[in-house]
């Protein structure tokens, strides 16, 4: 596509995109993840990357696990992201099932400050990897999945370096202000989280 600002030229893109099949699959092993990696599914619609959410088990609905990373890559899907708290079966059936790359977010649980997913997700006996973000690292997972897309993808390579822009430029800002108000001053301000 030729001329036009590239703002306009993103919405077209972006209209698009929209219309695609489902690039990124979001898998959960529980509803009680949702909260936490609707973080995933909003970065991903940031990005212009559609994708597709399911709730399922590898424990409570194993069959099911099955048929969604045997006909992942057959319905279009070229990256999977599971979200699992406690164990890394969800991610782990998942990875054993399909050769398109998985993504594992551990997720906190109510005991063992979520390592217990940490761990496990993380040491993926040798032969079937799963790319382990940080526990409830939900987007750091959308991003690593549109990096992986960004190879193929202009769209997504071109939204993808506007996200790092804006994430220097609200570094500088908050140093900047830093600079004028003071540690104690930037505190009083309060609302500084990311
Ligand atoms: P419930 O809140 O439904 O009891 O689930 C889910 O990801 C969730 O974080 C508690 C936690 O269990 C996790 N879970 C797994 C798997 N199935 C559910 N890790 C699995 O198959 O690996």
Redesign the pocket.
């Known amino acids: 596509m030729t001329g036009g600002r590239i703002e306009d030229r993103l919405s077209q893109e972006e209209e698009k995109s929209l219309s695609r099949m489902p690039l990124v699959g979001i898998i ?6 949702l909260e936490v990696m609707a973080e995933t599914a909003r970065t991903l619609a940031s990005l212009g990357v559609e994708y597709e959410v399911t709730i399922a ?4 609905h194993p069959e099911t ?1 099955t048929a969604y990373a045997r006909g992942a890559e057959e319905r279009g899907l070229q990256v999977i992201i599971a ?11 998942v990875a054993a099932q399909t050769n398109l790359p998985v993504i594992g977010v551990p ?1 906190l ?1 109510k005991t063992l400050s979520g390592q217990d ?1 940490l761990y496990s997700i993380v040491q993926m006996p040798p032969g079937v990897p799963v790319a382990t973000v940080a526990i409830n690292g939900a987007r750091n997972a959308a991003l690593l999945a549109a990096q992986i897309l960004a190879r193929s993808d202009g769209l997504v390579r071109e939204k993808l370096v506007q996200y790092r822009r804006r994430l220097s430029e609200e570094t500088r800002k908050k140093n900047e202000r830093l600079q004028e108000l003071g540690i104690e001053g930037y505190l009083r301000e309060g609302d500084h989280d990311r």
């Open positions: 959960l092993g529980s509803d009680s993840d088990s590898a424990h409570r696990v979200g699992a708290g406690m164990a890394a079966h969800l991610p782990g059936v997720l649980g997913a």
